[in-house]
C-alpha cells in the first residue's frame, strides 16, 4: 500500500466514522478505539493484513498495518487537543515507519479527522515524564518539530539527552516575563528532566488558583485524610509544579487554610478540608468533564469516563476520609441526578 492508498483509506474511515457518531456519539475511549480497527479491517479487507485486536497496552502507535500506524485519540470535549505519548516512546512498534492520528471528537458537533502525526504534535508538555501534545484539526501552522527545527523521526531516534536539548531550547523560546526555567533532573538517562515554566501560586489570579485546586484534588483525593498525615500533600504540590509550572510553599493552605475554607469568617467551625471542598465543587464539576484521560491513568491508575469521575472520586474520598463522609456532604446534586438516570 503506498502513502497516498493510505491516506484515501483514512479520508474514507474518517467519514464513515463522523457518520456513525452524529448518529450515536462514542462515550469511551475503548470503544472508539475497537471501532477504528473494525473498520480499518473492512477497508483494507486483506487477509494477508490482519489488525492486532489485543495489542500491547502501551504499543505505539495503538494500530500497525504494515510500514503505517495509527494513533487513535478520543476526548468528549469539544476540542482537538490532546496530550499524547511520551517523547521516550519506549514501545515503539520498530516496523512501523509513517504514523497518522486519528481523532474522534465527540463534544460539540461529534467529528472524526486524521492528519499526519508528525505535523500534529504542536507542544510537549511535562507531567511525571515529558509528552507531545497533539492537535488534529486545525494544525498548527507550524509542528513542534518545525520549531525545534528537528524532523521526527531525527528526535524519536535521538538519545534521552539530546532530546532534553531540543525540548530545553523550544522552552526558552516560550517564556513570559518574569518566568523561569526549572530543571528538576539534569540526567540524560532520567525521565524526570523536565522543563518548566515556574510561577508562584500565590501570585495567581484567584480563578486559575481555584481551576488549579480543583484538578489537584481530582487527581489526589488522599488530600481527605486525617490531618495528621503529613505526606498527603506531596502529590498535589509535585502536580502543580511538573504539569503547571506553579510552586506552592504551602500545599496545606490550598485546602485548609482560613482563607479557603472560611473566606467569610463566620466561625462556624467543622472541619476545613470539607468546607473548603463545599465551595470548589462547580470547580471540581468543570475539571473532571475537561482533564485529560492520560492524567487519571498516571494518578489513579485506572481509566474513567468524564461523567464518572466526580462518582469515582467520591469512592476513593469515603474510602480515605477518617472524619467525615465526602459522599454525605458533597455534589448531592450531581449523585441524586445519577440516582435518577439509574
Not at 159 to 186: N, T
Not at 203 to 232: F, M, Q, T, W, Y
Not at 302 to 309: A, I, K, L, N
Request: contains cysteine.
Amino acid at each position: 500500500m503506498t502513502e497516498t492508498e493510505f491516506e484515501r483509506l483514512l479520508a474514507a474511515l474518517c467519514e464513515r466514522l463522523t457518520a456513525e457518531a452524529r448518529q450515536t456519539p462514542f462515550t469511551t475511549s475503548k470503544q472508539f478505539e475497537n471501532r477504528v480497527r473494525e473498520v480499518v479491517q473492512e477497508l483494507i479487507n486483506d487477509p494477508s493484513q490482519p489488525i492486532d485486536f489485543d495489542p500491547h497496552p502501551q504499543a505505539f502507535p495503538d494500530i500497525a498495518i504494515g510500514a503505517f500506524g495509527i494513533e487513535v485519540k478520543f476526548t468528549t470535549a469539544d476540542t482537538w487537543r490532546s496530550v499524547a505519548n511520551s517523547v521516550l516512546e519506549r514501545n515503539r512498534i520498530d516496523a512501523v515507519k509513517k504514523i497518522y492520528l486519528v481523532f474522534g471528537k465527540m463534544g460539540g458537533t461529534p467529528e472524526v479527522k486524521a492528519g499526519d502525526y508528525e505535523k500534529c504534535v504542536m507542544h510537549v508538555r511535562t507531567s511525571h515524564v515529558p509528552r507531545f501534545e497533539v492537535e488534529v484539526f486545525p494544525q498548527p501552522q507550524e509542528s513542534l518539530f518545525e520549531k525545534m527545527k528537528v524532523t521526527y523521526d531525527e528526535f524519536r531516534l535521538s538519545p534521552m539527552e539530546a532530546k532534553m536539548k531540543f525540548i530545553r531550547h523550544y522552552a526558552r523560546g516560550r517564556l513570559k516575563e518574569g518566568e523561569r526555567l526549572w530543571w528538576l533532573e539534569d540526567n540524560p538517562e532520567s525521565d524526570f528532566s523536565l522543563p518548566i515554566q515556574a510561577r508562584l501560586y500565590t501570585s495567581l489570579p484567584i480563578p486559575e488558583k481555584n481551576a488549579l485546586r480543583a484538578e489537584a484534588i481530582l487527581l489526589c483525593p488522599h488530600v481527605v485524610k486525617s490531618g495528621r498525615d503529613r505526606k498527603k500533600y506531596e502529590d498535589v504540590a509535585m502536580f502543580l509544579l511538573t504539569y503547571h509550572g506553579v510552586l506552592v510553599h504551602q500545599a496545606r493552605d490550598l485546602f485548609s487554610a482560613g482563607s479557603v475554607a472560611n473566606p467569610q469568617n463566620d466561625d462556624q467551625g467543622g472541619i476545613y478540608i470539607e468546607r473548603s471542598l463545599k465551595l470548589l465543587q462547580n470547580e471540581m464539576l468543570e475539571a473532571a468533564l475537561r482533564m485529560d484521560d492520560a492524567l487519571f491513568i498516571e494518578y489513579w491508575g485506572e481509566s474513567v469516563t468524564p461523567e464518572d469521575r466526580i462518582a469515582r472520586w467520591l469512592d476513593k474520598a469515603d474510602a480515605l476520609a477518617h472524619d467525615w463522609t465526602p459522599s454525605k456532604s458533597l455534589f448531592l446534586e450531581y449523585q441524586e441526578k445519577r440516582r435518577r438516570l439509574d
